[in-house]
T-cell receptor, first 116, second 114 residues
């Protein structure tokens, strides 16, 4: 069964460093998403991406964050200058398309980001 | 404001007993509703979804959920719980539009006792 994959599973970085989290969405999906879950808190939406553009973003997704689809398979989240409060589990998700039956989002296993 | 409330943080159920996890939502438009499950170290797996039509929806692993518009609820049920069902369960709501955010509840942790 096709699945969303994410690398790395765990990333440790120092405050102020740049990190790139990588995701490979399900191959025929058109919409891509990033969410995060700070320990003990809700899963929160960051951004959605379609046709090489951001289609929706939350207040969390400020200028420190960016997303990119550098090739036909990868989808990345970059945090330019990490802060302690960026420590969280980051989930990538994808959904198939524009028809109601294909709205559901499929999630990857997550990348745990620890900022020290 | 759009939100999802899962009133129970932690529930313990005996193996073989029935289960009901509660979910209430507040959403301005007609919602799409989802239940996801997260096992330790795993991602979020979609259990079931409600878009329209029959208000009782069936999902994977023997789970079902019932949409009650009058109560703004979408409770998850299973008639007989297995030890492997121990996990965290998340209710989520989304719009009738592709590419939009899901709003999640805080989750309910299910423990299964033998």
């Amino acid at each position: 069964e096709p699945e969303v994959t994410q690398t790395p599973s765990h990333q440790v970085t120092q405050m102020g460093q740049e990190v790139i989290l990588r995701c490979v969405p399900i191959s025929n999906h058109l919409y891509f998403y990033w969410y995060r879950q700070i320990l003990g808190q809700k899963v929160e939406f960051l951004v959605s991406f379609y046709n090489n553009e951001i289609s929706e973003k939350s207040e969390i997704f400020d200028d420190q964050f960016s997303v990119e689809r550098p090739d036909g398979s990868n989808f990345t989240l970059k945090i330019r200058s990490t802060k302690l409060e960026d420590s969280a589990m980051y989930f990538c998700a994808s959904s198939a398309g524009q028809f109601r039956s294909s709205y559901e989002q499929y999630f990857g296993p997550g990348t745990r980001l620890t900022v020290t | 404001a759009q939100s999802v409330t899962q009133p129970d943080i932690h529930i313990t159920v005996s193996e073989g007993a029935s289960l009901e996890l509660r979910c209430n939502y507040s959403y301005g438009a007609t919602p799409y509703l989802f239940w996801y499950v997260q096992s330790p170290g795993q991602g979020l797996q979609l259990l079931l979804k409600y878009f329209s039509g029959d208000t009782l929806v069936q999902g994977i692993k023997g789970f079902e959920a019932e949409f009650k518009r009058s109560q703004s609820s979408f409770n998850l049920r299973k008639p007989s719980v297995h030890w492997s069902d121990a996990a965290e369960y998340f209710c989520a709501v989304g719009a009738h539009q592709a590419g939009t955010a899901l709003i999640f509840g805080k989750g309910t942790t299910l423990s299964v006792s033998s």
